[in-house]
C-alpha cells in the first residue's frame, strides 16, 4: 500500500500505515490531520507534494527522548525508507507547530474531523535512543563533528529528502564556525555555496520559504547565532559567564 493510495484512506488507516512504516507497530496514539490535509498545493514540481501524507500523530514512548535524539531517529527512519517520511522539525524545542483547526473561506473543511484517539494493542512505543547524534549547529559548535564530516558534506545534504533544507542549512554554519574557531574568513564563499544548493533544489519547496532560505541576511543571522554559541562554549570551558545572545536559530 503506497503513500497516495493511504492518502485518501480514513483517518486510522493513514495513521496505522506510518507506525507501521517507522517500525512503532500497533501503538495507542492521538491522530490529526494538519491543515494541508485534503488541500493541493501551488504548481510546479512542489505540486507533487499534495499527495503526500499531512498527518500528525501523539504518542507515550517508554524511554525520554532528547530533542536531538527525536530528530536522529526521524532521520534513521527516512534514511531505511529512501523518503522523508517523518519530518524531524518537530522534535526541536523550540520550534513552533500550529494544531488548531484552519479556516476555509470560500469552500468546506475537506478534513472535518480533525482528532481521533486510536487504541493499540500497547499504550507505550518502544524507540529507542539512537546512539549517534549529531545534527544542529550548536553541536557542531560544542563538539567536534564526527570524523571527515566537514561544512561541505553537509552542504550537500541540503534539499534531500533525508534531511530537508533547514537543519542541513543549520549543520553546514555549524560545522564551517566549528573548523573556524568562530567566523570563517571564508564566510562569503560558504554562504554563496549555501545559496547555490538551495536554489538548485528550489523546486522541492514553496517559493517562500526558498527564498527565506537563500537570503543572505537569513544566513548571515544564523552564523553570528553559531559564532556567538562557539564563543559562549569557550568561556564555559575556561569558567567565565556567557555573554548575552543575539538572536536565535528558530525559522
Avoid at 507506525?19 to 498545493?41: W, Y
Avoid at 470560500?106 to 549529531?134: C, H, K, T, Y
Avoid at 557542531?140 to 553537509?154: I, K, L, N, V, Y
Avoid at 554554519?173 to 566549528?178: C, P
Wanted: glycine share 8%; hydrophobic share 40%.
Amino acid at each position: 500500500m503506497d503513500a497516495r493510495r493511504v492518502q485518501a484512506a480514513p483517518l486510522p488507516v493513514q495513521a496505522q500505515y506510518v507506525l507501521d512504516q517507522a517500525g512503532i507497530g500497533n501503538v495507542t496514539c492521538i491522530a490529526q490531520p494538519t491543515s494541508s490535509a485534503g488541500v493541493a498545493r501551488a504548481t510546479g514540481d512542489y505540486e507533487t507534494m499534495k499527495d503526500a501524507l499531512y498527518i500528525r500523530l501523539w504518542l507515550l514512548n517508554n524511554t525520554a527522548l532528547s530533542s536531538a535524539q527525536g530528530r536522529a531517529w526521524a532521520r534513521e527512519v527516512n534514511a531505511r525508507l529512501g523518503l522523508k517520511l517523518i519530518d524531524p522539525a518537530p522534535f526541536t524545542a523550540h520550534q513552533v507547530i500550529y494544531t488548531a483547526k484552519p479556516n476555509f473561506i470560500g469552500f468546506a473543511d475537506p478534513v472535518p474531523n480533525r482528532w481521533m484517539l486510536l487504541p493499540g494493542a500497547s499504550e507505550v512505543a518502544n524507540i529507542d535512543p539512537p546512539q549517534e547524534v549529531f545534527t544542529g549547529a550548536m553541536s557542531a559548535c560544542r563538539a567536534s563533528p564526527p570524523q571527515g564530516e566537514t561544512w561541505r558534506t553537509h552542504l550537500e545534504r541540503i534539499g534531500s529528502e533525508e534531511f530537508g533544507f533547514y537543519q542541513p542549512i543549520l549543520s553546514v554554519i555549524g560545522a564551517a564556525v566549528h573548523e573556524a574557531r568562530g567566523m570563517p574568513p571564508n564566510l562569503e564563499e560558504i554562504i554563496s555555496s549555501i545559496r547555490g544548493r538551495i536554489v538548485d533544489r528550489s523546486h522541492l519547496r514553496p517559493p517562500d520559504d526558498i527564498q527565506k532560505y537563500a537570503s543572505a541576511d537569513y544566513l548571515l543571522a544564523k552564523f553570528r547565532w553559531a559564532s556567538q554559541h562557539q564563543l559562549n562554549a569557550f568561556r564555559a570551558r575556561i569558567g567565565l559567564r556567557p555573554i548575552q545572545k543575539f538572536g536565535a536559530a528558530g525559522g
